[in-house]
């Protein structure tokens, strides 16, 4: 769950931090692969997890993830403990808010129709909840990058005073006074000790199998369905006018830039916060494409409610603002270039994204008919 970070926050986990411890080019290679050998690969790399213990087995047109989940493998009994924790609002420090209640399954673990998230005692910040999906493929974390292990990021909303409103030794301090708790850390860990290192990990267990990876498009690189014509222009006007920022197997180059939003009154900063260099100011990380049709609403505040709206604002309400990136201003009109028709074919090309397996997968779901403690 993600509203703001506010930046001594920012400073706190970037020194834990210090302390712990996709191309076109793919897309041909990709293309260059049977459908037999992609199913043959996957095979291989499923017996070899199994193995080895480890449930997690990367996609075989993915690239190799940025986490090492041969050193971090995700076990079922750290799967297990990691997806109760991530659904216990025990994290709060009042006990009601958990990870999942901004971070839905049915809408790629979005806060469905939330401009921004509501945290602890009803609190607003001024970010929307982005969405949890092959989390292990990024390097860099939130709006604003201020987060760059995956392992650490929970920190973040736990310690944030809109969002949980918690100290991670109270989490601890609380989990080890739970006997279930206890008894899971035992069957993932071999020892009932809950530390702050077994707590992050079984969290990075769960959110390390929250891969999407099915979609109609995903069956379409791999060779095992085709698209339609509307599909296909619409790609091809995808790639032509929104790379390089959403480019790749993930439509995102995970880099972070100003695309001319006007600033509200809450007036975040976005990536300067982290950096505090003045090129930084107003430039947060592009997203995924990814089930983008399940994702409203749009933008590091939800501000745009329909894609369409998103589109309109490249095409012609975009502002010429403090360090709006140079891809905006190429020609005299700053924005993209856009038509009705090429805003209705990249809207159904978007619908290709949309991987219902990953949404609907009841082994990410916790079953609430059963008691967490």
Known sequence: MTICIMKHLSKIVRTVIDNYLNTRSLRLLVFSLTVVSCGNDEKIEAKKSAESGNLFVAPSHFPKPVYDTDKF??????FALGKMLFFDDILSADSTISCGACHQQPFAFTHHLHDVSHGIKDRLGTRN??????MVWQKEFM?????HNLDLQPIAPIENPVEMDNKLSKVIQKLNNTLR????????????????ERFLNALTQYVTMLVS?????????????????DELKGLQILQTKCSPCHS?????????????????????????DITQKEEDKYKFKVPSLRNIMKTGPYM??????????????YDNDMKATQNIDTL???????????SEEEKAKIIIFFQTLTDNSFLSDTSLALNFNKTFR
């Open 300 to 313: 590091h505040d939800g501000r745009f409610s329909t894609i369409l709206k998103v589109l309109n604002h």
């Open 73 to 78: 493998p995700v076990t079922k009994e750290g």
């Open 181 to 196: 708790y206890k008894a899971m850390f035992k069957s993932a860990f071999d020892t009932e000790e809950i530390t702050t």
């Open 213 to 229: 990876s099915k979609s109609k498009y995903d069956n379409y690189l791999q060779g095992k369905a085709s698209l339609s014509s």
């Open 328 to 338: 905006f201003t190429k020609t005299s009109k700053t924005g993209i270039e856009l």
């Open 143 to 147: 709006w604003d990058g201020g987060v």
């Open 129 to 134: 909840a982005p969405s949890l999906q092959n």
């Open 248 to 272: 790749g197997v993930f439509f995102t180059d995970n880099s972070f830039r100003n695309n001319g939003l006007p600033a509200t009154q809450a007036d975040d900063k976005g990536r300067y």
